[in-house]
Every structure is written in structure tokens, then in C-alpha cells.
């Protein structure tokens, strides 16, 4: 069974930086997509940055250049390297997967992790 932990949210002014941790468990293939997906309030959910099956990296335009995905496959963790943050970088931060390609919506995730708060306040 596939568990998606996270951790490292918190409330910090605006042009901190944060890092999020998301550890995952019961992974039965070696090909995973895994995401980081945003939501923020009064908004529709939002896909930040993920890495895909094939190691290929994506950003969210709103956060591109400012955010950093990466992944340490020893320690099965996935980290987001959140820098320069803005108030409109609030929400609740999900780590997500799926097996093999990421999928072209956020709904198609099968995996989602119980979510960690980030607040920036101006």
C-alpha cells in the first residue's frame, strides 16, 4: 500500500523559504511519477512541480524559478525547495503519485498524502 507522508510546512513571511518533505512507502514498481499539488483558498488545486517516470522535472508557471523539486531515491523522499515565497504561495501543499507517467490532471492522481500547511503572510 502506498503511503505519502509530508512534513515542513509552516507560517513565515513573505521572501522566506521553506522545505517540504514528502517520505513514501509501499512503492511496487521502480517507475513513479511523484508531485507536489497546491491548494489554495478560493482556488482551484494547482500541480507545483513534479518529477515523472522517466526523471523529466515540470513547474507551475506561478512558480517556476522559485520552487526547486527534487528527490533523494535512497531515502524514498521527495523534497520542494520553496524560495522568495509570496501570500499567494498559501494553501495546504500535497505530495502525490501515480505509477509510471504523471497524468494530465490533478483529479488522476490515485495517491495523495495527508497535506501540509504553508501560510505567507505579507
Known amino acids: 500500500q502506498v503511503q505519502l507522508v509530508e512534513s515542513g510546512g509552516g507560517s513565515v513571511q513573505a521572501g522566506a523559504s521553506l522545505r517540504l518533505s514528502c517520505t513514501a512507502s509501499?512503492?511496487?514498481?521502480?517507475?513513479?511519477?511523484l508531485a507536489w499539488i497546491r491548494q489554495s483558498p478560493g482556488k482551484e488545486r494547482e500541480e507545483v512541480a513534479r518529477i515523472d517516470g522517466d526523471g523529466s522535472i515540470g513547474y507551475g508557471g506561478s512558480v517556476k524559478g522559485r520552487f526547486t523539486v527534487s528527490a533523494d531515491n535512497a531515502k524514498k523522499t521527495l523534497y520542494l525547495q520553496m524560495n522568495n515565497l509570496k501570500p499567494e504561495d498559501t494553501g495546504m501543499y500535497y505530495c502525490v503519485s501515480e505509477y509510471g507517467t504523471c497524468p494530465s490532471w490533478v483529479d488522476e492522481y490515485d495517491y495523495w498524502g495527508q497535506g501540509t500547511q504553508v501560510t505567507v503572510s505579507s
Open positions: 509501499g512503492f511496487a514498481h521502480s517507475r513513479w511519477c
